[in-house]
């Protein structure tokens, strides 16, 4: 599967943004979806999943409540909202997929897609 993401940009602090990630190829509904960050100088770190019916999300502790995690099997398209912005959350953002969810949650999936940048000014 490919991964193409978008939606990065900036944006003051309290504000607000959408990730889109569209995946090309067969059997998306297949994958879990993860969402993946890396500020500079820092490791990339998990953010959020979700599970191939989309029934089930997890989160990271910095972002559960402010970030919203969806996905559109139809469209081959997972999302990610994000409200309450704040500077730290400024990074590269990444998609990622794969057909367990534990392996995007631990951070090893198969599959990734290129990073959106997005900004976060205080």
């Known amino acids: 599967v490919q991964l193409q993401a978008s939606g990065g940009g900036l944006v003051q602090a309290g504000g607000s943004l959408r990730l889109s990630c569209a995946a090309s190829?067969?059997?998306?509904?297949?994958?879990?979806m993860g969402w993946f960050r890396q500020a500079p100088g820092k490791e990339r770190e998990f953010v959020a999943s979700i599970g191939t019916s989309g029934g089930s999300t997890y989160y990271a502790d910095s972002v559960r409540g402010r970030f919203t995690v969806s996905r559109g099997n139809a469209k081959n398209t997972v999302n990610l909202q994000m409200d309450s912005l704040k500077p730290e959350d400024t990074a590269v953002y990444y998609c990622?997929?794969?057909?367990?969810?534990?392996?995007?949650?631990?951070?090893?999936?198969?599959?990734w897609g290129q990073g959106t940048k997005v900004t976060v000014s205080s």
């Open positions: 190829g067969r059997a998306f509904s297949s994958y879990a």
């Open positions: 990622a997929a794969d057909t367990l969810t534990r392996t995007v949650v631990a951070g090893t999936p198969d599959f």
